[in-house]
């Protein structure tokens, strides 16, 4: 895929709103969504899913379930089924994988092919092709596969030639990711020995789980002072299973920071997944004092979920966010810098390298829309310090989104409580992860054009 696959950039403009009420839910999370088309790859028999994030991330790693000789049928909104292929039985590809903006979705089936006797051709678009992928061919080839052809820098379009025979590793991941994490245990599923990754700092842990509920043999202990040694025995039997998919964290951040600056909100997210791992930024925001209530907590589909009320705080105050935090609320950068500018005071976000490597730079837009907006804010090393105006930010700003879904939502956000409107160069991408985000806002009463 290149630029001219893509839709003809679309601009949008948020304006100043005034109490957004209602509940909504979410769509389903992404990272899970991918998980279970994944698995229910790796199968035979039925994987059911109910719902699935219909994005356009999750939609291509279904075309490439299919590709890689699974049966991918949709029923309904959200309800899918997949038919795996199963375990070692995955077929070559006839096609390139083209996962278009998807980062986690082709990193994760890198990780499929690279522990099978196939040879895909993975590429995506113009922001794919600037991911590296070297953090993810590094321990793939430690495991047996091999790298035919990459562009410069181990970047997309790559060309993978997998192992039947993946060799059993013990892999201490670089950086904390999820991503890195779930291809090699993805890999050392089809291994006869057993798989071990360590990570210094916990990610997001939904690959254990997903595994543990298609019946694999994992086990996660505590690694030092904030890290995970998690151990995945190869060739298990797997069995096709039902999965509920719940809404994605993420996805609610914006609906939940729009209700936070926008006078007079008061709304409720319904179902949103409260996993430890992704409730990074609940925890900032609560610390800021927002107001912001976790009612009905309770299990779905193995994952802690509830309803979240979020009203809207005329007293937020900057926070220091420490560096520890950052993989718990990686993705959620963006719109905090969005509620910290209207806070008062500073707020200091530390330790985030990692955003350098998103679909965008995402330091680097963050700033330069938040400059746009009139918000004083500076980037010193890997930190972010956002000087917040009270409640006051001016707007009028254009933002440069740079193909990056979660920059076009953040400060869309921020037009609704700015005194101008502020508008993004594109909305297009937010397709990737959460389609419904224009009706959903607007039913609640934002102001979009
Ligand atoms: O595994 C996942 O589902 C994800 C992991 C994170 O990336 P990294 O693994 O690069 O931190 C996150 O940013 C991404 O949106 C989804
Ligand atoms: C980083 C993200 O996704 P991915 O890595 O899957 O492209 C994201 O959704 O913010």
New binding site residues.
């Given amino acids: 895929m290149n630029d001219a696959t893509h839709p003809e950039p679309a601009p949008l403009s948020a304006s100043r709103s005034t109490g957004l009420s209602g509940r909504l839910r979410p769509p389903g999370d992404?990272?899970v969504s991918?998980?279970a088309l994944i698995l229910g790859l790796l199968c035979v028999g039925e994987t059911q899913i109910e719902g699935l994030l219909e994005g356009d991330d999750v939609l291509r790693t279904g075309a490439a379930c299919r590709q890689l000789g699974a049966r991918v049928v949709r029923h309904g909104e959200g309800l899918w089924t997949v038919n795996g292929a199963g375990l070692g039985s995955l077929l070559n590809p006839e096609e390139i994988l083209d996962f278009g903006n998807a980062?986690?979705g082709s990193?994760?089936m890198m990780g499929v092919v690279g522990g099978h006797a196939v040879t895909a051709r993975f590429d995506g678009d113009a922001s794919l092709r600037k991911r590296p992928m070297r953090?993810i061919l590094d321990p793939l080839q430690l495991q047996g596969a091999r790298v035919l052809e990459q562009a410069e820098g181990g970047r997309c379009p790559i060309l993978l030639q997998g192992t039947a025979e993946p060799l059993p590793i013990e892999y201490k991941t670089p950086?904390?990711?999820?991503?890195?994490?779930?291809a090699v245990l993805l890999a050392g599923l089809n291994s006869p020995g057993r798989t071990t990754v360590i990570e210094t700092e916990a990610?997001?842990d939904?690959?254990e789980k997903m595994l543990l509920h298609f019946g694999a043999q994992v086990v996660s202990e505590p690694f030092g002072e904030h890290g995970r040694k998690i151990t995945l025995e190869g060739r298990p039997q797997l069995r096709a299973s039902k999965v509920c998919v719940p809404a994605d964290p993420?996805s609610a951040a914006f609906p939940l920071a729009a209700a936070l600056i926008t006078e007079g909100s008061d709304i409720t997210i319904e179902g949103v997944m409260t996993n430890p791992l992704r409730s990074g930024l609940l925890t900032t925001l609560l610390e800021m004092g927002a107001h912001i209530e976790v009612e009905n907590r309770r299990v779905e589909g193995g994952e802690e979920v509830a309803d979240i009320r979020a009203r809207y705080s005329a007293d937020l105050r900057g926070v220091d966010v420490p560096a520890a935090r950052a993989?718990s609320m990686?993705?959620e950068y963006p719109i905090l810098a969005v509620v910290a500018a209207f806070a008062s005071g500073e707020t200091r976000m530390r330790g985030l390298s990692?955003l350098r490597?998103?679909e965008s730079d995402r330091l680097a837009a963050i700033a330069a829309g938040l400059t746009a907006n009139g918000v004083d804010c500076a980037i010193e090393g890997d930190d972010l310090f956002v000087r917040g105006g009270a409640g006051d930010v001016k707007g009028g700003g254009l933002v440069e989104t740079h193909l990056d879904h979660r920059i076009a939502m953040s400060f869309l956000v921020m037009g609704l409580a700015a005194r101008q409107a502020v508008t993004v160069d594109d909305e297009t991408m937010i397709a990737t992860s959460f389609p419904a985000f224009r009706p959903l806002m607007e039913k609640l009463g934002a102001k979009f054009s």
């Fill in positions: 992404k990272s991918h998980r980062g986690t990193r994760l953090r950086v904390a990711s999820a991503q890195i994490k779930s990610s997001r939904h690959t993420s993989p990686i993705d990692e490597v998103k």
